[in-house]
């Protein structure tokens, strides 16, 4: 749920979480229960906070979207050609009479 800012005429400003379908409704002031109106306020705790941790911050929202696995990045499979890791392993079959056959491959072409 997210935290959003309410206004209330007799007691100010106040932050409360609530749905995020129901947040721009009016929320009850938790002084005096009066319906308060959400606000946009400027985020003090982002202004104020250290810049390394504002940056740990936003850049875990970005991978909580689209995460990137450390191990998983920049890998590349077997014989991709870039010369890192084993070369690929053909699927090629031989058969009795000498004849290769390639399995998932083209069964259209002939093999000589």
């Known amino acids: 749920m997210p935290l959003y800012d309410y206004r209330c005429p007799k007691h100010g400003l106040f932050e409360e979480l609530v749905p995020g379908a129901a947040g721009s409704e009016r929320h009850p002031c ?33 991978s909580r979207h689209e995460p990137r696995v450390h191990a998983q990045h920049g890998s590349h499979r077997p014989g991709c050609g870039c010369g890192s890791g084993a070369p690929a392993r053909s699927r090629a079959q031989q058969l009795a009479d000498g004849s290769r056959t390639f399995p998932a491959r083209r069964p259209w072409m002939i093999g000589h």
């Not at 005096?32 to 929202?61: F, K, Q, S, Y």
Request: glycine share 10%; proline share 12%.
């Open 30 to 62: 938790p002084g005096c229960g009066a319906p308060a109106a959400r606000v946009i306020a400027t985020p003090h705790a982002l202004l104020d906070m250290d810049p390394g941790r504002r940056d740990a911050l936003a850049r875990n929202e970005r």
